[in-house]
């Protein structure tokens, strides 16, 4: 599958650097995918999902956030906000160049965030999340042990998914902030909710929290077996090919020629 390496202006006006992964045949549709916290377009389960649900028919966007992987900016300057804000940007991007996404994909703390994006984003018809945390600041155990030196200097230098990056005060005070319930319960589009009951960075509950603040139409599909970062290719492509089953009565049309 031909995949395309783009660039766009972030709300911040940095530049964003996303990969665009293309079906063999023209796209049916579009759908936009947001990396874990600790990750990045490029992170193993980001790239798996992505194309998996290219072989549906779709043409799917996945980008590094503010401050993340190629993209410019600064990490420490970033917030959940913004990354949302990046997500929307990212939809305007591909409505102006090819289409605008039908589907939002988002792992992990980018789960949380095209829940929050989906509503500025009007011609999503559907959201799907794995492994997203109910409540944002859930992530800050990730670096609780900088904490009071964000706190009392600003800022704080951390190693996170192998990558040593500068987390700054607004970051943890805006997770604090974010009410992704009252998000899910306003969504106003179908939602797929997965999680691994093994989940090892965030807890099955926060799945059940996030189920039970959404209305329907709603599912929930556990990834048994898989980790928080699906570092199996099999978990990955699971998850990519359940989403695409689940989201197909909302996508366009899309019948595969029969040989």
Known sequence: MPTQEITFTGTSLEQLVGSLDLPDKEPEGYALMAHCFTGGRNHPATKRVSRALCERGLSVLRFDFTGFGDSGGEFAESTFSSNVADIVVAADWLRAEHGAPALLVGHSLGGAAVIA???????????????????????????????????????????????????????????????????????????????????????????????????????????????????????????????????????????????
């Open 117 to 259: 994006a989906a509503g500025r984003i009007p011609e999503v018809r559907a959201v799907a999340t794995i492994g997203a945390p109910d409540d944002p600041g859930h992530v800050a155990h990730l670096f609780e042990s900088v904490i009071p030196e964000v706190e009392r200097e600003g800022s704080a230098e951390v190693v996170l998914g192998g990558q040593r990056v500068v987390v700054g005060r607004d970051f943890v005070e805006d997770i604090r902030s974010v009410d992704i319930d009252a998000a899910a319960r306003t969504l106003g589009r179908p939602l797929l909710i997965m999680h691994s009951p093994q989940d090892e960075i965030v807890e099955l509950s926060n799945a059940e929290g996030i189920y039970r603040a959404a209305r329907h139409p709603k599912s929930f599909i556990s990834l048994d077996g898989a980790n928080h970062l699906l570092t199996g290719a099999r978990d990955a492509r699971r998850a990519a090919q359940l989403i695409a089953a689940w989201a197909d009565p909302y996508l366009p049309d899309f019948t595969p020629e029969v040989d």
